[in-house]
């Protein structure tokens, strides 16, 4: 079929898209997505960063001790009676050092060694790696490309955010590399990453952006780069280059079953990196905001006990008297839902949303609370140091006498807090709620983990002090129809929110002993 003139221009002007004019409607079809190609070459590029990358050496004494000295190998583990057993067993006996595990006398003091890497970010002599790299070390020394080496100071260290910077005194101006911006690198975009595996000298492998936003669990502020360019032993510290050599990320840790690369890398993104390396530079130490509020994760059992759609946000299980939570009205029982402006979708998300927030700053928090949201705002104060986080929970006075109360259905039996229950179950003089005296076996009050000596603090978000209050409580939320209650707990790892069915007919008829 011949087009019409207008459609030939249409075409003409969407470039590769076929446009069909027909009757009753027009079908565009996208040109489809194009991929760039794969560099031809990696040299220049490498050859332009590898003198900014260094290798860190340090040093550890280990004080003389009994046995296997601290940190000395183990024999690898094979099947009893093979002759790798053997073999092993007598290598280790020949090279132990006098004494060490044979029952003799004490292992002599000696110097562990271990290697890592880092990079130059200042001509100066700044460079950055990782803390694990050099914790402990009692000397630190830095290896150029030309094998000088030079001794190097602590400027700061960001222990949760391993996260270390050092100080070198060069003879003249030093290579030095320069930090991109992470949030924009793109999955699937090339990186390089250099380091120094197994202590072999600088080493360039290749690879991508394989995800972004990683959490691993090894502290309360991840957000890692995943990327399969390979990373070994010894790369930690190192830099991760985009391809317009821009620092994106440091090389931190790896997933794997034997200790080698298997394609599953995990760096720190430039975004962190930088910003807390100027915070070492300029005080010494990591300075992330604050908001002085314990959370925990919001379950659908919670959500659906609060009113809440979707099972989001991060609940608060504890305000920090006098801290900025406190001080903007926060209580037991919200929800963060926002954080200046930021979804909180999950409970791991605030510590970190608000540790990059600015100390000082006011910041709305978008909350749930009562069945509806609302907007408090809080002037973020500093982080203190663990050492000064060491608060006592929050407490209170005990009930009144009475005898304990079974809550039928529950698989519980409750009872006010008297001086004898705080000497039975070694409570606080100043705790607050009512305490739990028995809990029905495979109840779901036992399947959610409470026991015996637990306080409930509070019922539905709102205070208790007797069993009858508690009891009212529950009463209420049975008439709204809801399907749990929700209780805040104290047990001995601190306060937490639990979710407990108010239908389970396996538990009706059961009662604690």
Do not use: C
């Amino acid at each position: 079929m011949r087009l019409p003139t207008s459609a030939f221009l249409k075409a003409a002007l969407l470039g590769s898209a076929t446009v069909l004019m027909l009757p009753a409607a027009v079908v565009v079809a996208p040109p489809p997505a194009m991929a760039r190609s794969a560099p031809e070459s990696f040299a220049d590029l490498a050859e332009k960063l590898l003198p900014a990358v260094v290798n860190i050496s340090t040093s550890q004494t280990i004080p003389a001790k009994g046995g296997k000295p601290e940190g000395g190998p183990d024999v690898p583990a094979f099947p009893p009676g093979s002759p790798f057993d053997q073999f092993f067993k007598d290598f280790m006996n020949r090279n132990r050092p006098r004494g060490g595990n044979n029952g003799g006398e004490p292992a002599p003091e000696r110097k562990a060694q271990s290697l890592g890497s880092g990079f130059v970010i200042d001509p100066a002599g700044l460079i950055v790696t990782n803390n694990h790299v050099i914790d402990g070390a009692d000397e630190i020394s830095v290896i150029l490309q030309d094998n000088t080496t030079l001794k190097a100071t602590l400027v700061g260290r960001d222990e949760a955010g391993d996260i270390a910077l050092l100080r070198v005194k060069p003879d003249k101006p030093l290579p030095a590399v320069a930090f991109g911006d992470s949030t924009k690198s793109r999955v699937g975009e090339w990186v390089l990453a250099i380091g120094n595996p197994f202590g072999l000298g600088g080493s360039v492998t290749a690879g991508i952006v394989s995800a972004r936003g990683r959490n691993i669990h090894s502290g309360p502020y991840d957000d890692f780069l995943q990327t399969d360019a390979a990373i070994n032993q010894g790369n930690s510290g190192g830099p991760l280059f985009n391809m317009d050599g821009e620092v994106i990320g440091m090389n931190t840790a790896i997933y794997s079953r034997t200790g080698g690369s298997v394609g599953i890398g995990f760096a720190i993104p430039s975004r962190i990196v930088k910003t807390i390396v100027a915070q070492l530079k300029d005080v010494g130490h990591p300075v992330r905001g604050w908001l002085g509020v314990r959370i925990q994760q919001v379950t659908p059992d919670i959500a659906e006990s609060v009113g809440l759609k979707d099972a989001t946000g991060a609940m608060v299980a504890g305000v920090n008297d006098g801290g900025p939570a406190d001080k903007a009205k926060l209580r037991n029982g919200d929800i963060i839902l926002k954080f200046n402006g930021q979804d909180v979708k999950d409970m791991p998300a605030l510590p970190r949303i608000v540790a990059e927030s600015d100390v000082g700053k006011q910041v709305p928090i978008a909350i749930w609370r009562d069945g509806k949201e609302m907007v408090l705002t809080a002037t973020l104060a500093e982080k203190p140091s663990e050492a000064e986080l060491a608060a006592a929970d929050t407490g209170g006075k005990g009930g009144e006498q009475a005898k304990p109360v079974d809550l039928v259905g529950m698989g519980l039996k409750i009872a006010p807090i008297t001086p004898d229950m705080k000497d039975k179950f070694q409570l606080g003089d100043d705790q607050k709620g009512v305490v739990i005296v028995d809990v029905a076996p495979n109840s779901q009050a036992a399947e959610r983990g409470l026991k015996p000596g637990d306080a409930i603090v509070e019922v539905q978000q709102g205070a208790v002090s007797t069993p009858d209050d508690v009891k009212k409580r529950i009463e209420a939320v049975r008439k709204e129809n809801r399907k749990s209650v929700l209780m805040l707990v104290q047990g001995r790892d601190g306060l937490r929110w639990v979710p407990l069915p108010l239908t389970n007919d396996k538990d009706k008829d059961r009662k604690p002993g």
